[in-house]
């Protein structure tokens, strides 16, 4: 297997770049996610790995080699596409053997490799079967199959659940993490889906409009987001985020005062703080708690509860916050649309930010293994 590394790359489609200055350091046998909104660069950057697009600037190295002008079938690299890209009128065997065929590999080669395949993916049953009597999640398998077989050093998936119904979406994506632990190879994963990003990667690389936003493991960038756009965009439902004055600062804590003119302390690192400051605190929907449990209390007005049997989530009309306020309850909760609701802020769980969307350090140490 082998490591990836991206130096200042990018890439531009005549005056338009889509990924900009682009440094990242992939280790051997890692699972790295890349996440982000459509259009943010994703599926480009591993296209550039593949080698099915140029880089306009900078250099991209596999295993030690510089890789920029050697081409795709040289750079020891699978792909698995969105799109299965399945022969209909060749049978599995066929279709997983496609490319060592075309290669002239040895026969007992190609028997073995795709037997080998097979029963990691538990086709072996299936092989003597033609794609359109699967099902959709057998045919992910198939694709995925075809790329085992030719034994690349780097596995690059894109997108290749978003096809699927959500509940064969889990089952693949339990399966694609095995598939990682038992071949301990290097993968890199594209997905719009954050959720897929936080239970699959051991590192996650947040895009943003064809920057990296942040690089980290799952954990870390859930508790510790760098910045606004990674706080929203990670975690489901999104970070709840209300505006704040800052009346005093010091060292490890800083003092801030909501819209309802209640104050708390945060232990946030007050270096770039100042008084008089004008910020955005931040809390996760399920980081609120019951008003006995807080360190200061809310008040707003239900719009809409959506029941969802092992948790409630309220969406609150909150002074100060530009959006709707979500609460987050593991339970059912019994409120209707239009009743006040009290909620709780704990003060250790909250995120501060400047008015840019960059963050303060946060000084509560989170669970982060």
């Not at 982000?36 to 080699?65: H, M, Q, V």
């Not at 969105?82 to 060592?100: E, I, K, R, V």
């Not at 099902?135 to 075809?146: D, E, K, N």
């Not at 699927?164 to 693949?172: E, G, N, P, S």
Request: glycine share 8%; hydrophobic share 40%; aromatic share 6%.
């Amino acid at each position: 297997m082998a490591t990836v590394t991206l130096n200042n790359v990018c890439k531009a489609y005549d005056d338009i770049l889509i990924s900009k200055n682009v440094d990242l350091e992939i280790n051997d046998g890692e699972f790295v996610v890349f996440v982000g909104p459509s259009g943010c660069g994703k599926s480009t950057l591993l296209r550039c790995i593949a080698g099915l697009e140029d880089i306009t600037s900078g250099d991209l190295f596999i295993g030690g080699k510089r890789m920029n002008d050697i081409e795709p079938s040289k750079r020891g690299v699978g792909m698995v596409f969105q799109s299965y890209a399945l022969y209909p009128h060749l049978d599995l065997t066929d279709n997983m053997s496609f490319g060592l065929k075309l290669a002239k590999a040895d026969k007992q080669l190609i028997k073995d490799r795709v037997a080998h395949a097979a029963d990691i993916l538990q086709l072996t049953p299936l092989l003597d079967r033609k794609p359109k009597s699967l099902s959709g999640g057998q045919r992910q398998r198939v694709a995925i199959g075809r790329t085992l077989v030719s034994q690349p050093e780097v596995f690059l998936l894109d997108e290749p659940l978003s096809n699927l119904d959500a509940a064969l979406r889990v089952k693949m994506r339990i399966e694609l993490a095995k598939l990682h632990k038992q071949l301990g190879c290097t993968m890199i994963y594209v997905t719009h889906d954050q959720v897929e990003a936080m239970t699959m990667a051991d590192k996650i690389v947040v895009l943003d409009g064809g920057n990296v936003a942040q690089v980290g493991a799952p954990l870390d960038i859930y508790h510790y987001p760098q910045n606004i756009f990674v706080a929203g965009f990670i975690g489901s439902p999104k970070m709840n985020f209300i505006n704040v004055h800052i009346q005093t600062v010091e060292a490890l804590r800083v003092e801030v005062l909501l819209p309802n003119c209640q104050s708390t302390w945060l232990p946030i690192d007050g270096e770039t703080v100042n008084a008089g400051d004008e910020m955005i605190l931040g809390i996760r929907p399920e980081h609120l708690v019951s008003v006995e449990n807080a360190d200061i209390v809310i008040t707003g007005e239900t719009i809409v509860v959506e029941k969802l049997g092992n948790e409630t989530q309220v969406y609150l009309n909150i002074e100060g916050s530009d959006e709707d306020v979500i609460y987050r309850v593991a339970d059912t909760l019994s409120i209707d649309a239009g009743e006040k609701l009290d909620i709780g802020i704990p003060a250790h769980r909250c995120h501060l930010f400047h008015k840019d969307g960059q963050a303060c350090q946060r000084l509560y140490k989170e669970t982060t293994s």
